[in-house]
Structure formats: structure tokens, C-alpha cells
């Protein structure tokens, strides 16, 4: 079994089920010293629009909130072409903090060749993250989030 950290779209668990179709959703789990920015532009077909895609970049003392999941390592190829593994988004083992305690060697994904700008993600991918964490990350972090999206949607950068 593979502990997999979730922050983008894969938090829906829905979403994530039409990839991962047997699954434990452990719950609300935090990454120290990186934050959430939308660092690649991507027009996979899973998607009815282009859009700005999540990415996790280094950034002392902030955090990202996501979705710790319990997955069964024969899924792992279906999760690494939904990520575009190796190409577009590659594997990290990270540490974050669960149920107040520190869980190590924990999967996710981030953007290989992450852009300087950040791109606006539509409002279908939007939907999917917000709607995702609802029910377990923090009022505060998911306001914060929503704000952000909303400007870069106002703002933000669109090949």
C-alpha cells in the first residue's frame, strides 16, 4: 500500500475514483515550507477546458492542505498517466503531518517544468479542488484558496 498526498483535483473524491477506483481516504493532512500555485498550463483531454493546473512550490512557512490516501500500488500506473508522469508532473516522497503526528515517505506529484507566472485555472478545475477539500481542510485554507483562484481567474495568465 502507497500513502499518496492529494492537494489539486484528486482531492474530488469522485474525480479520483475514475482513476483510483479502490481507495481509503484517510483525511485532512498538511505539507510544511511549500505552497499551491498553478504552474502549468494544461489541456489534457479529462478536462472540458484548458487550465491553469495545481503545483506545489518551496515556500518557507507557508503550507498546503490536501487529502491523505491509502492506495494499492497496482493503481499506481493509472495515477502516473493522470499525471503525466514523467513528463509533466514528477513523483516526490514528502513528509507531512497527520492526525498531529509526522508521517514520512508519503507519494505526490509535482510540475516538472514549473512557469514563473501562474496560469488561471478554469472554473470546472476550480470546482473540483474547492469541492474536493470542503468537507475536511480548514474554513481558513479553503477561503484563502478561493481567493487566490478568483484573482488568477480575474488576472491570471492564459497562453
Known amino acids: 500500500m502507497t500513502l499518496y498526498f492529494a492537494y489539486g483535483s484528486c482531492m474530488h473524491e469522485q474525480d479520483f475514483r475514475d482513476t483510483v477506483p479502490v481507495f481509503e481516504r484517510l483525511g485532512r493532512a498538511i505539507l510544511y515550507d511549500r505552497s499551491l500555485a498553478f504552474t502549468h498550463w494544461s489541456t489534457s483531454p479529462r478536462r472540458k477546458e484548458p487550465t491553469g493546473a495545481a503545483d506545489i512550490v ?45 508521517v514520512e515517505d508519503v507519494l505526490t506529484y509535482s510540475v516538472v517544468d514549473k512557469s514563473e507566472r501562474e496560469f488561471a485555472p478554469s472554473e470546472e478545475y476550480a470546482t473540483l479542488i474547492l469541492e474536493g477539500g470542503r468537507t475536511e481542510l480548514d474554513d481558513a485554507y479553503l477561503q484563502q484558496l478561493q481567493k487566490h483562484i478568483k484573482r488568477l481567474q480575474a488576472v491570471g495568465y492564459r497562453p
Open 58 to 102: 518551496f515556500d518557507p512557512g507557508q503550507i498546503v492542505e490536501g487529502i491523505l490516501y491509502r492506495i494499492d500500488e497496482k493503481y499506481l500506473s493509472r495515477l502516473r498517466r493522470r499525471e503525466g508522469y514523467p513528463l509533466v508532473y514528477q513523483e516526490e516522497t514528502i513528509t507531512v503531518e497527520f492526525n498531529g503526528k509526522m
